[in-house]
């Protein structure tokens, strides 16, 4: 390949004014405005958040009629509902009056909600049910109702929405990814997991994007994690910190944006995903995994554990947490977290979860503080958006599934590749 050159040639539009994608992805780089453009971040609230499959929240936040949990979409406020029948629902959270908030909760249970500028109240369906002083309004109440979400789906009980009545089916756009969210919901012996530890957000000074290309890049994780590494030992010393002949763990382009790092075959034992040598800590585990999967596959499970996989736009199932990628704008966006809790094992399986997730991507954590410093640092450099960044390593020794899915060394950016291709994909629809 020539040499890179430091042009903001190839960022102009195109004749009909559009952003050209084309030009601005390129097999084996990108460049640097697809961080700084308001343009482009304008075109992808439109065209991936509100023109495709986004994730919203899961079924254990919602368990009973009337419970509510509080979201954003883009930049559209809305509520995940738990329906009186039953149904997940979203509404957008916006008043059909004069666009006040209706619900300022971040969860909570209801039986209808009201506008606390003017009272109108809205059922869980979104109905209007009442509107104060009424002989002053005569309109058709029908025509007022908080909007629905014409698409909303599961799988798993991770649940998705979507604006575009026109974006095709959940399982078209998981793909691949439904073997991934097996594997989550295959940590628990009972099948379940549980959204209920809270959420913890970060505001992070750079592009959205940053995050998921971050979380599943396997080349970092020796430099930017290094004082990690060196006061705690953990599974990450075997799965990403020795010499690059020596590293096991893979990364994975699943298709579809969907991208992964692979860790399990560095772990020298069960458990090591827990940050423990083996599994003799929980016993009751051990034993309930075999009597929900047979032997062999438990044992499997427990050496494998769970997946460290971005869903592409905004689900990152890291581990034993959740993350949800918000965008704030062309340099800005929240990191949401919560820890992965599981049915059907001791609390103190869960209380070492939920301490692991507080070492990890709590406020005093170690790897997210040092992930949000390197991810700000990238957005200054790019201030001028006239950079040009490469993706090319490991293009040479990629390995094509015969589903599809392409793997690479832990250090290969195989991941980045899988998530700018389908990118310019969504983009130039």
């Not at 390949?1 to 097999?27: C, F, H, K, T, W």
Request: charged share 25%.
């Amino acid at each position: 390949m020539a040499a890179i050159p430091d042009s903001l040639s190839a960022a102009q539009p195109r004749a009909d004014g559009a952003v050209n994608y084309d030009e601005l992805i390129q097999q084996d780089r990108i460049h640097g405005s697809l961080y700084t453009s308001e343009a482009v971040y304008r075109d992808e609230l439109q065209k991936i958040f509100y023109g495709g499959w986004v994730y919203v929240g899961h079924e254990s936040e919602i368990p009973e009629p009337g419970q509510f949990v509080r979201r954003t979409i883009g930049e559209e406020p809305v509520l995940l509902v738990r329906t009186r029948d039953g149904r997940p629902t979203v509404l957008k959270n916006r008043c059909a009056h004069r666009a006040n908030l209706v619900c300022m909760e971040d969860r909570g249970s209801a039986r209808s909600f009201t506008c606390p500028y003017h009272g109108w109240v809205y059922g869980l369906d979104g109905k209007l049910l009442d509107v104060p002083y009424p002989n002053g309004f005569t309109r058709d109440r029908n025509q007022y109702g908080l909007p629905v979400l014409p698409l909303v789906d599961s799988y798993r009980g991770f649940i998705f929405a979507s604006f575009n009545p026109d974006a095709g089916s959940l399982r078209d756009h998981l793909g691949n990814a439904t073997r991934v969210i097996d594997r989550t919901i295959a940590m628990s012996p009972t099948g379940e997991i549980k959204l209920t530890a809270g959420w913890v957000k970060h505001k992070f000074q750079a592009n959205w994007k940053m995050l998921p290309e971050n979380d599943t890049d396997g080349y970092h994780v020796n430099f930017v994690h290094a004082s990690f590494a060196r006061v705690i030992r953990s599974q990450y010393d075997a799965a990403a910190m020795t010499a690059e002949q020596e590293l096991k763990s893979r990364t994975i382009d699943w298709g579809n944006g969907h991208t992964e790092i692979d860790f399990a075959p560095a772990y020298p034992g069960e458990l090591a995903w827990l940050g423990l040598p083996d599994a003799s800590r929980y016993p009751d585990y051990v034993q309930a995994m075999e009597q929900a999967y047979g032997h062999e596959r438990a044992h499997q499970l427990l050496h494998d554990g769970p997946p460290h996989t971005v869903i592409f736009p905004n689900l990152f199932l890291a581990e034993m947490n959740i993350v949800i990628f918000e965008p704030r704008g062309p340099n800005e966006c929240v990191q949401w977290h919560t820890p992965l809790l599981l049915g059907g094992v001791s609390d103190a399986v869960n209380d070492r979860i939920m301490r692991q997730s507080e070492g990890a991507l709590g406020p005093s954590a170690f790897l997210l503080a040092d992930d949000g410093v390197i991810s700000e640092r990238q957005q200054i450099a790019l201030r001028s958006g006239q950079a040009w960044l490469d993706l090319s390593r490991g293009e040479q020794r990629e390995i094509v599934e015969a589903d599809g899915s392409r793997i690479g060394h832990v250090t290969d950016e195989t991941t980045n590749r899988g998530f700018w291709h389908h990118y310019r994909k969504v983009m130039t629809r």
